[in-house]
């Protein structure tokens, strides 16, 4: 346990004991985000990014730990255990290098190696191997015998040769430098499957595709292992991609030569042992490296990915609120009608319809009166409309219903539908609404992301959601284990109304099981609302535990105890009493106070139990209890006149509001039903290396449109307003060199060794062109399912 503290400790730059104090919460059931706000003391202030390393970390370490035990108990059981490999299994810190030193005393199926060895072939292998001026056909000779299956002078030569490969093979130093080389020099490489040219087109990119191993951006890799996975492109690793000309056989193999101290003198035994080195490279080692590396590749990827995706849930779920106001979700459709559903301030539904304004039944005027009817009938302050099919027709239908009657005071905002259609079929919707129609369901989502997107969005499966990156691709188990974390974090950041919060938003809360949120709300249904935190004591199944890590989550406003609104934990409502006594007043002359507060000194009012981390935290809750840590609403305003794709007009400006960050830049919705990419070389007039550090989901962006591909559906912006561009720069015009629109090129980040790509329409220099991606094909389909 030592030893998985001090290197926790290190990669976190945190001191022992608060990596220790950490595990200690963490192993008595202490959550995350209960840690990082209520107990800085202990952990000497560790926050939740630190503290969700560390429980990632502390977890790996011991199956690491664990496997290790495993791995040492069985190489002694063959009494094989010496010091040294003791010494070499406790510093191994990767599961990679713990299997790698554990490979040669594996068990293993029966190998042609070990039917040599059985034939009494080994000193054969071992005798040329160690003297070189040996003839090795004479040699073997010695070793020919029919009862032993050795029929002839090659047979022999053959089983010495695979008993020295396997020997090799299973060489952890040697295994070491290899992998180091390889992920130094190598480059992954990609081909096109010959006849699969007209089936792959969504991944022309990538047929003729190489780029070093060490540098492949992670969208870049899924992209290739999606190829791979259905059958249209074909990998490999290229271990010598800057070997000189005049040099025979890999760069691997000199290393292997050098590893075991060979030099070519011209002796009787060397052909031999470069035969030997060269099928250990080739037949091997390649195989097993480049698996290995192909994993490693792959998992970083899914890592960056995963990362890429919980970056954009955070910022889709902390989005601003409109706030607790009735609203109008409009859930838009041609065929089937728009579907509409109106709820009250908390979210309650209040009716709905459906309307019939477009095509087949035209029915617009009727709609527009259904809908001016219901809004003066239930006071209705906000639409949210749905941003899928027929969005713009709806937008203006409600346009025109806002510009006729305007003492109606009305604001319209169009929203992401994204995962509406999942709620509305799951089991949290039907237990909500159990007899309303699918349809309608998704209207109210709708009306209530807009309200408040945390509270909604909880009950949506995160995947769902629509802001990831390749998230099909990953390992779901840690894509949801991270996207979990998110969404915990989150919650509780914000904190929830104790009387108002749906099962799926309380399961969300620090502390609380589903079975636990469950009966919260029925204790609410059964016994009214709570009035205080202590009232939660009485739930079934929430005992002092689970109480002590829900408690300051869980707001109730106007109850009992003001405090109870506020993120204090009950646990600590004794300091307040203790500030109350001092400066001779009550807690709701206190609250808000900050001519007051600002003259308390922290120091004046900790002791053994509460430090001055808890003290400072409680005077700022003071000061602005309950507060939101959510930014202010705020809405784009979509061009007039520009509904779809075929409107778009190189050179124009609009505003738009970003959908999805990835690693090669930002997609932003004006809303003409298709996103566009604004790659990360036009995303800033200085050199950037990450979009988040300019834009994030949600955000309000003004950009230029430079490219424009109809038959694609593809769309190219630039935030770099002041760039000319080619005004011509669109499918259609073949003449157009689009690799750079701007006058000023883009930042040039094109990793060494990637060969040319075969479609350079859209430009820019990162991966082949600022449009010219799978994922940008993939995901722009994806974002309208």
Same mark, same amino acid.
């Not at 290197?7 to 985000?33: C, F, M, R």
């Not at 509406?420 to 309608?440: K, M, R, T």
């Not at 408040?452 to 909880?458: K, M, N, R, S, Y």
């Given at each position: 346990m030592t030893d998985i503290v001090n290197i926790i400790a290190a990669e976190l730059n945190a001191k022992d004991s608060q990596v220790t104090a950490a595990v200690k919460l963490l192993d008595e059931g202490a959550t995350v985000p209960f840690i990082a706000r209520y107990r800085k003391e202990i952990t000497g202030g560790l926050d939740d990014t630190q503290l969700r390393n560390l429980e990632s970390r502390l $977890?790996?370490?011991? !199956?690491?730990?664990?496997?290790?035990?495993?791995?040492?108990? $069985?190489?002694?059981?063959?009494?094989?255990? #010496?010091?040294?490999?003791?010494?070499?299994?406790?510093?191994?810190? #990767? &599961? #990679?290098d713990l299997e790698e030193i554990y490979l040669p005393y594996k068990p293993k199926r029966r190998t042609k190696g070990q039917i040599a060895i059985e034939a009494g072939l080994e000193s054969l292998a071992d005798a040329l191997f160690n003297d070189f001026s040996l003839v090795p056909e004479t040699l073997a000779a010695e070793y020919v015998s029919a009862d032993k299956g050795v029929a002839d002078v090659k047979a022999a030569l053959e089983g010495a040769r695979f008993i020295l490969m396997e020997r090799f093979a299973v060489d952890a130093k040697l295994l070491k430098k290899v992998r180091q080389y390889l992920s130094e020099n190598a480059t992954i490489d990609a081909k096109v499957i010959k006849g699969q040219e007209k089936a792959a087109q969504k991944f022309s990119d990538y047929f003729e595709f190489s780029e070093a191993v060490k540098s492949i951006p992670s969208h870049r890799a899924l992209a290739i292992f999606r190829g791979r996975n259905e059958g249209f492109l074909s990998l490999n690793l290229n271990a010598d991609p800057e070997k000189p000309e005049e040099q025979t056989g890999s760069i691997v193999e000199v290393m292997i030569a050098q590893h075991f101290g060979i030099e070519w003198q011209g002796r009787p035994a060397e052909d031999f042992i470069k035969q030997v080195i060269s099928w250990a490279w080739k037949v091997k080692l390649l195989t097993h490296m480049e698996t290995e590396i192909f994993s490693e590749i792959r998992e970083k990827a899914e890592a960056g990915a995963i990362s890429v995706f919980a970056t954009n849930l955070k910022d889709l779920i902390m989005a601003a609120p409109a706030g607790a106001k009735v609203t109008m979700g409009l859930d838009p459709g041609i065929r089937t009608g728009v579907k509409i559903a109106i709820v009250d301030a908390t979210g309650k539904l209040l009716n709905h319809a459906t309307i019939f304004p477009h095509p087949p039944q035209n029915a617009w005027d009727k709609s527009k009166k259904t809908l001016?009817?219901? +809004?003066r009938q239930y006071k209705v302050e906000l639409i949210s409309i749905g941003n899928g099919t027929a969005s713009r027709e709806t937008d203006k239908l409600v346009a025109e219903l806002m510009k006729a009657e305007p003492e109606l005071k009305l604001n319209k905002i169009m929203v992401s539908e994204a995962g509406a259609s999942v709620y509305s079929a799951s089991e949290v919707a039907a237990n909500e609404f159990p007899d309303l129609d699918v349809s309608i369901r998704g209207a109210v989502s709708i009306?209530?992301?807009?309200?408040?997107?945390?509270?909604?969005? %909880?009950?949506?499966?995160? =995947?769902s959601i629509g802001v990831g990156q390749y998230q099909h691709d990953v390992n779901q188990s840690d894509l949801s284990k991270s996207l979990t974390s998110v969404i915990e974090d989150c919650v509780n950041a914000v904190g929830v109304d104790l009387n108002t *919060?749906? %099962?799926?938003?309380?399961? /969300?809360?620090?502390?609380? #099981?589903?079975?636990?949120?469950?009966?919260?709300?029925?204790?609410?249904?059964?016994q009214g609302r709570f009035e205080s935190r202590t009232e939660l004591k009485k739930v079934a199944r929430l005992g002092p535990k689970a109480f002590e890590q829900c408690a300051g989550f869980l707001k109730i406003r106007d109850g009992k105890n003001p405090l109870d609104a506020s993120s204090v934990h009950p646990e600590a409502y004794p300091v307040v009493k203790n500030i109350l006594a001092a400066n001779d007043c009550d807690v709701t002359s206190l609250i808000g106070n900050t001519e007051t507060l600002a003259k308390l000194k922290a120091e004046d009012y900790t002791d053994e139990k509460f430090g001055l981390p808890t003290v400072k935290d409680i005077i700022t809750e003071l000061e602005k209890p309950g507060r939101d840590p959510r930014p202010e609403f705020k809405t784009a305003t979509f061009k007039e006149g520009v509904d779809t794709i075929n409107d778009l007009k190189v050179g124009m400006t609009l505003e738009g509001v970003v959908s999805n960050v990835t690693n090669f830049g930002a997609f932003v919705d004006v809303g003409v039903h298709q996103d566009g990419l604004v790659h990360i070389s036009a995303m800033s007039d200085t050199f950037i290396d990450d979009p988040r550090k300019v834009v994030k989901a949600g955000d309000i962006v003004k950009v230029k449109v430079? !490219?424009?591909?109809?038959? /694609?559906?593809? +769309?190219?912006?630039?935030? /770099?307003? $002041?760039?000319? %561009?080619?005004?011509?720069?669109?499918? *259609?015009? =073949?003449?157009?060199?689009?690799?750079?629109?701007? $006058?000023? &090129?883009?930042q040039n980040n094109k990793p060494r060794g990637q060969k040319p790509t075969g479609n350079k329409s859209f430009g820019g220099s990162q991966g082949g062109g600022m449009m010219n991606s799978a994922f940008a094909d993939a995901f722009a389909k994806a974002k309208k399912k």
């Amino acid at each position: 346990m030592t030893d998985i503290v001090n290197i926790i400790a290190a990669e976190l730059n945190a001191k022992d004991s608060q990596v220790t104090a950490a595990v200690k919460l963490l192993d008595e059931g202490a959550t995350v985000p209960f840690i990082a706000r209520y107990r800085k003391e202990i952990t000497g202030g560790l926050d939740d990014t630190q503290l969700r390393n560390l429980e990632s970390r502390l $977890n790996y370490l011991r !199956e690491l730990g664990e496997r290790r035990a495993v791995i040492v108990k $069985n190489i002694d059981e063959q009494g094989k255990l #010496t010091p040294e490999l003791s010494l070499a299994i406790s510093q191994a810190l #990767t &599961k #990679t290098d713990l299997e790698e030193i554990y490979l040669p005393y594996k068990p293993k199926r029966r190998t042609k190696g070990q039917i040599a060895i059985e034939a009494g072939l080994e000193s054969l292998a071992d005798a040329l191997f160690n003297d070189f001026s040996l003839v090795p056909e004479t040699l073997a000779a010695e070793y020919v015998s029919a009862d032993k299956g050795v029929a002839d002078v090659k047979a022999a030569l053959e089983g010495a040769r695979f008993i020295l490969m396997e020997r090799f093979a299973v060489d952890a130093k040697l295994l070491k430098k290899v992998r180091q080389y390889l992920s130094e020099n190598a480059t992954i490489d990609a081909k096109v499957i010959k006849g699969q040219e007209k089936a792959a087109q969504k991944f022309s990119d990538y047929f003729e595709f190489s780029e070093a191993v060490k540098s492949i951006p992670s969208h870049r890799a899924l992209a290739i292992f999606r190829g791979r996975n259905e059958g249209f492109l074909s990998l490999n690793l290229n271990a010598d991609p800057e070997k000189p000309e005049e040099q025979t056989g890999s760069i691997v193999e000199v290393m292997i030569a050098q590893h075991f101290g060979i030099e070519w003198q011209g002796r009787p035994a060397e052909d031999f042992i470069k035969q030997v080195i060269s099928w250990a490279w080739k037949v091997k080692l390649l195989t097993h490296m480049e698996t290995e590396i192909f994993s490693e590749i792959r998992e970083k990827a899914e890592a960056g990915a995963i990362s890429v995706f919980a970056t954009n849930l955070k910022d889709l779920i902390m989005a601003a609120p409109a706030g607790a106001k009735v609203t109008m979700g409009l859930d838009p459709g041609i065929r089937t009608g728009v579907k509409i559903a109106i709820v009250d301030a908390t979210g309650k539904l209040l009716n709905h319809a459906t309307i019939f304004p477009h095509p087949p039944q035209n029915a617009w005027d009727k709609s527009k009166k259904t809908l001016i009817n219901m +809004i003066r009938q239930y006071k209705v302050e906000l639409i949210s409309i749905g941003n899928g099919t027929a969005s713009r027709e709806t937008d203006k239908l409600v346009a025109e219903l806002m510009k006729a009657e305007p003492e109606l005071k009305l604001n319209k905002i169009m929203v992401s539908e994204a995962g509406a259609s999942v709620y509305s079929a799951s089991e949290v919707a039907a237990n909500e609404f159990p007899d309303l129609d699918v349809s309608i369901r998704g209207a109210v989502s709708i009306a209530r992301r807009l309200q408040d997107p945390l509270a909604e969005l %909880v009950k949506i499966e995160p =995947k769902s959601i629509g802001v990831g990156q390749y998230q099909h691709d990953v390992n779901q188990s840690d894509l949801s284990k991270s996207l979990t974390s998110v969404i915990e974090d989150c919650v509780n950041a914000v904190g929830v109304d104790l009387n108002t *919060a749906s %099962v799926p938003l309380l399961t /969300r809360v620090s502390g609380l #099981t589903k079975v636990m949120a469950q009966n919260v709300v029925e204790y609410r249904e059964q016994q009214g609302r709570f009035e205080s935190r202590t009232e939660l004591k009485k739930v079934a199944r929430l005992g002092p535990k689970a109480f002590e890590q829900c408690a300051g989550f869980l707001k109730i406003r106007d109850g009992k105890n003001p405090l109870d609104a506020s993120s204090v934990h009950p646990e600590a409502y004794p300091v307040v009493k203790n500030i109350l006594a001092a400066n001779d007043c009550d807690v709701t002359s206190l609250i808000g106070n900050t001519e007051t507060l600002a003259k308390l000194k922290a120091e004046d009012y900790t002791d053994e139990k509460f430090g001055l981390p808890t003290v400072k935290d409680i005077i700022t809750e003071l000061e602005k209890p309950g507060r939101d840590p959510r930014p202010e609403f705020k809405t784009a305003t979509f061009k007039e006149g520009v509904d779809t794709i075929n409107d778009l007009k190189v050179g124009m400006t609009l505003e738009g509001v970003v959908s999805n960050v990835t690693n090669f830049g930002a997609f932003v919705d004006v809303g003409v039903h298709q996103d566009g990419l604004v790659h990360i070389s036009a995303m800033s007039d200085t050199f950037i290396d990450d979009p988040r550090k300019v834009v994030k989901a949600g955000d309000i962006v003004k950009v230029k449109v430079i !490219e424009v591909d109809v038959e /694609r559906k593809r +769309i190219a912006f630039t935030m /770099r307003l $002041n760039d000319e %561009v080619d005004l011509h720069a669109n499918k *259609a015009d =073949k003449s157009a060199n689009g690799r750079n629109q701007a $006058n000023r &090129k883009p930042q040039n980040n094109k990793p060494r060794g990637q060969k040319p790509t075969g479609n350079k329409s859209f430009g820019g220099s990162q991966g082949g062109g600022m449009m010219n991606s799978a994922f940008a094909d993939a995901f722009a389909k994806a974002k309208k399912k």
